[in-house]
């Protein structure tokens, strides 16, 4: 599987947009691109996710850039709820099993 | 949408016992799960892979003697942790892949079961 990276840790304002980078330069044509996040002590949240094409629902944006190696996860106006660890994960489809990286740490702040 | 429960919530458990943790697919059929365990600060770890009906398959440095997965139906897996030692304190959390259905995810995680070994 292609290898991610993201920023181990992030702080946001309450209210305003939360930006999260992940770089996924190795990624191969036919991989997607997973979200997902964990708040303290519950099971992992899956979020969004897309192939090429940026992906809005009603909890996140997805913006892939077009040599799609790197996307940004977008959370419009961050609550303090939205405190979690969040997941970039490069997947074949949605049938091949989940492997964690590290992912970021966001931090809601009042 | 999709449901994975897990049973017990947590549990603590003395030094040489064994402790049987239950997966559930509530409302579709889960023709493979998924056990990964996660320390304090760390990322999750998967451990194993299960198919109904069949063996399961464990991740490089997984013991499958002290970790025992059953898969016999569509909607349970349960993860047996063998003479448990203290260092087997962890977060436990199960995923189940269902069968079908597309343009969303496939596979759905449980809530955990905090695994504490005095």
């Known amino acids: 599987d292609a290898k991610t990276t993201q920023p181990p840790s992030m702080d946001c304002a309450e209210g305003r947009a939360a930006n999260l980078p992940c770089n996924h330069s190795t990624i191969s044509g036919n991989e997607y691109v997973y979200w997902y996040r964990q708040i303290h002590s519950q099971g992992p949240q899956y979020i969004i996710h897309g192939l090429k094409n940026n992906e809005t629902n009603e909890m996140a944006s997805l913006i892939i850039t077009e040599d799609r190696k790197s996307s940004t996860l977008i959370l419009p106006h961050a609550t303090l709820r939205d405190t979690a660890v969040y997941y970039c994960i490069v997947r074949g489809t949605s049938y091949d099993k989940v492997i964690f990286g590290p992912g970021t740490s966001l931090s809601v702040i009042p | 949408g999709a449901v994975v429960s897990q049973h017990p919530s947590r549990v603590i458990c003395k030094s040489g016992t064994s402790v049987k943790i239950e997966c559930r697919s509530l409302d579709f059929q889960a023709t493979t799960m998924f056990w990964y365990r996660q320390f304090p600060k760390q990322s999750l770890m998967l451990m194993a892979t299960?198919?109904?009906?069949?063996?399961?398959?464990?991740e490089q440095g997984v013991e499958k003697d002290k970790f025992l997965i059953n898969h016999a139906s569509l909607t349970l897996s349960t993860l047996t942790v063998t003479s448990a030692h203290p260092e087997d304190s962890s977060f436990y959390i199960c995923?189940?892949?269902?069968?079908?259905?597309?343009?969303?995810?496939?596979?759905?995680f449980g809530p955990g079961t905090r695994l504490t070994v005095l």
């Open positions: 995923s189940a892949r269902s069968a079908g259905g597309t343009g969303t995810d496939t596979q759905y």
């Open positions: 299960s198919n109904e009906g069949s063996k399961a398959t464990y």
